[in-house]
């Protein structure tokens, strides 16, 4: 039963990485306005950065691949997003604080599932991610 869970939740984290890395690409200038909104630098080069780790990551993850390492990775993004994109605290034309506030909060929810899908996939020798 554990280990399909783990899988449930890995195929889950997957696609909800997949569809916004798309999503990125299909909706380039919308995302570029919103990242814009909130005063960020060399957007169009972290966008398709995002947008690539999303869907390679997601790729990796539907695979079974590199589960620590991308798991370790979404987790790392979900935090420069909320830091960047769902800063409740600043005030920014057009955005509402609420709504920030609400996805702030709910990435950290997704933030903690990361840790653990990364902690699960790992055992005593391998939970380095770099080799010795």
Sequence with gaps: MKSILINIARVLFALYFLAPGIGKFASWDMHVALMETHNMI???????IAGVAQIGGSICLLFNKQVVVCALGFAAMVLLINLNL???????????????SQNFFK???IFSGLLLLA??????????????
């Design 119 to 132: 902690a699960v996939n790992m055992d005593e020798s391998h939970d380095k991610l770099i080799p010795e």
């Design 42 to 48: 060399m957007v169009p080069i972290l966008l398709a």
């Design 86 to 100: 769902h800063d409740f605290w600043n005030v920014y034309e057009g955005v509402d604080v609420k709504h920030e």
């Design 107 to 109: 990435n950290l929810g």
